[in-house]
């Protein structure tokens, strides 16, 4: 199972980025896919998480800015944000958890990160 974010890059305040997740392998299902975020310094933290039923759930710090939303045919997450703040600056990993592949089960997944950066 490998996971594989795009998107990221450099934004000014108030502008948007909108990530991407690709999983890959002979993936039969996964349950929840997640967004986490670790600026440098600080320890990882949960941004939004959305459900294998297409619940999505927010950390306070992005409600009403970040929309997360999955595309379980192309096995893809994504992550909009809008209305970007310089405290949004990190790096985003894309997380699978409760992966189900042909042969087995893995509990979680990550991706390699992808950098976002919001600065004039």
């Known amino acids: 199972v490998q996971l594989v974010e795009s998107g990221g890059g450099l934004v000014q305040p108030g502008g948007s980025l909108r990530l991407s997740c690709a999983a890959s392998?002979?993936?039969?299902?996964?349950?929840?896919m997640a967004w986490y975020r670790q600026a440098p310094g600080k320890q990882r933290e949960l941004v939004a998480d959305?459900?294998?039923?297409?619940?999505?759930d927010y950390s306070d710090s992005v409600r009403g800015r970040f929309t997360i939303s999955r595309d379980d045919a192309k096995k893809m997450v994504h992550l909009q944000m809008d209305n970007l703040k310089p405290e949004d600056t990190a790096v985003y990993y894309c997380?699978?958890?409760?992966?189900?592949?042909?042969?087995?089960?893995?509990?979680?997944?990550w991706g390699q990160g992808t950098q976002v950066t919001v600065s004039w």
């Open positions: 959305i459900s294998s039923g297409g619940v999505p």
């Open positions: 392998g002979s993936i039969v299902s996964i349950n929840t």
């Open positions: 997380n699978a958890g409760g992966v189900k592949f042909e042969g087995g089960m893995k509990s979680s997944a």
